[in-house]
């Protein structure tokens, strides 16, 4: 197991680890990886997340009844919110990105090719057997009032995915869960003001795996962060100032 002690440690480790090994998580655990998760910041402390745990034959039955909603196409017609739009409507330079972590992940990591969509299928519905991870975990929040609820929870689930590295754990986010929101709904006590946020996979990482070797990049911080000092000030020049 490796051993992750510091906060930079824990963010330079984490990463999306979708093949986990069979190995238990004690609930212990996982209520101590939790009750780190809830210490994160929210709007007025309101904390408005809740989370599913989902372990043995709970997560069995979940995730027989998700492929066999996810094989004969059953998606909700429509998300609890709208995470992301359609494929083919991202604008650049999302677009661009997409298609270089499809690219990493079917075709160099799993050689699947970019257009086999049998191939890419095959391994998507992996997502609702959490990977093989042990533990399956489905974050929601109140629907009221939803767009800071979402903010908040994003914090929870990145403290969540931090902690689970310091416990020597990895995790990875799925969203694809939401496109089943109604299974989970039937499966799972989920208020009706909450809203399905997204699933999470946590365990032990199979490191043999062919897809534990997938990694990702970042754009450098200088494509997204602008400074403004003195100097700048200084010269003048306000930020965004039509120079005609
Ligand atoms: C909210 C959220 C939802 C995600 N949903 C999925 C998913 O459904 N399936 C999946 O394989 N990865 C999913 N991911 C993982 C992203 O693809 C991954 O974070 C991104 O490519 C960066 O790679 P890294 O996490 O390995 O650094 C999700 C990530 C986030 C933050």
Known sequence: ?????????????????????????????????????????????????????????????????????HDAERRAEAGEFDYQPRADQWPEPFRARRRRFGESLYRDTLGIAVDDTTGRRGHHRRNYDFFGAPVGIILTVSRAPLQGALVDAGLFLQALMLAARGAGLHTCAQASLIDFHPVLRRHLAIADDHVVVCGLALGHADEGHRLSAHRTTRESVASFAAFYDSASYDSGVAPGADSA
């Open 1 to 69: 197991m490796d051993t992750v002690t510091t906060i930079e440690d824990a963010l330079l480790t984490r990463r999306s680890c979708r093949a986990f090994l069979p190995t238990p998580v004690p609930r212990a655990q996982v209520e101590r990886l939790l009750s780190l998760a809830a210490r994160s910041a929210s709007n007025s402390n309101c904390q408005p997340w809740q989370v599913h745990v989902l372990t043995g034959a709970a997560k069995r039955a979940l995730t027989a009844d998700l492929l066999r909603a």
